[in-house]
């Protein structure tokens, strides 16, 4: 009898146009698995590799991810030198057939920033604008259609719907921006990743350390962050969850300004956490969140 509906479950998986175990996908950081959940649908299984609070610069990958990964069906990450240690591993996956997709792929290359101090390289916190993070879905529909193709329509279809809901987000992102006048909208934060953000929804983005936490934060440079607060009356300052808030803490305490709140950067929150009223475990609940912190910590008249 157990055998009778064993295989009656799979007849029916493969009528409603699903595979028996399913496509399993391993992805990098939680934003880059909330964009292959919601493009694979029931299709897809995910497997995140870095969880929350996680700075995905100073990853290490481990024995078991490296077997994991050569196991997936497919691999999806971040690329533009997000996860810059897991690089070398991705290409040797890939000379051996491994299908590994980056989703900065599909992004027009005249939409990225390279700041100044980046080395010559892309900013890769692309998801932080959420226009920009909607056109990296058409390369995990293609990805997913290569890896799957019986399932390339459903791919399609939710990849357009997950596209147009990433817009109505922006949309959204930017009217409460408004809410703060536009020249006070100046966003300090522990490291650079808030660029594409900035640009977005019209903030001035000054940040501690650089693009990558790799890099180390000096006497000077916080002093001189004090002073520019001092200047400018910044009513709040924003640490981040994967990143050492004990630089920013004493940039605060030196400037006399509050933290105004912790904002998430290079990692979503666990899974169902709530905060300010958002599941920042989720992609759409993390931004939300963010910019609601961001509003009500640059809010004057709370000083």
Request: charged share 20%; proline share 4%.
């Amino acid at each position: 009898m157990r055998k009778y509906f064993l295989v009656l479950g799979f007849f029916l998986l493969a009528a409603a146009g699903l595979p028996a175990a399913g496509l399993k996908v391993v992805a990098t950081t939680g934003m880059v698995a909330d964009l292959v959940r919601r493009t694979g649908g029931e299709r897809v299984e995910v497997r995140q590799l870095m969880g929350p609070g996680v700075d995905p610069h100073l990853y290490k990958p481990t024995s078991g991810d490296a077997s994991r990964l050569a196991k997936a069906g497919a691999i999806f990450y971040n690329g533009l030198n997000l996860e810059g240690r897991l690089g070398d591993l991705f290409a040797r996956l890939a000379g051996q057939g491994v299908k590994v997709y980056a989703v900065s792929a599909s992004l027009p290359a005249a939409r990225l920033l390279s700041p100044e101090d980046s080395a010559g390289f892309h900013d890769p916190h692309i998801w932080l604008d959420a226009s920009l993070w909607a056109e990296a879905v058409p390369a995990v529909v293609a990805g997913l259609s290569e890896a799957d193709p019986d399932g390339a329509a459903v791919y399609r279809a939710n990849g357009e719907k997950l596209a147009a809901d990433l817009r109505a987000l922006d949309a959204w992102c930017r009217e409460r921006a408004e809410v703060v006048p536009e020249g006070q909208r100046i966003l300090v934060t522990s490291h650079d990743a808030f660029n594409y953000f900035g640009r977005a929804y019209g903030f001035r983005v000054i940040a501690l350390q650089g693009i990558s936490t790799v890099s180390e934060t000096s006497l000077s440079d916080m002093a001189g962050l004090a002073d520019f607060l001092g200047e400018r009356q910044v009513p709040a300052i924003f640490v981040e969850t994967s990143v050492n808030p004990a630089g920013l803490q004493r940039v605060a305490q030196d400037a006399g300004v509050r933290i105004g709140g912790e904002l998430f950067s290079d990692a979503l929150g666990e899974p169902g956490q709530m905060a300010g009223g958002y599941d920042v475990g989720t992609y759409d609940g993390m931004m939300r969140y963010n910019l609601s912190t961001i509003v009500a910590g640059l809010d004057r008249t709370k000083e």
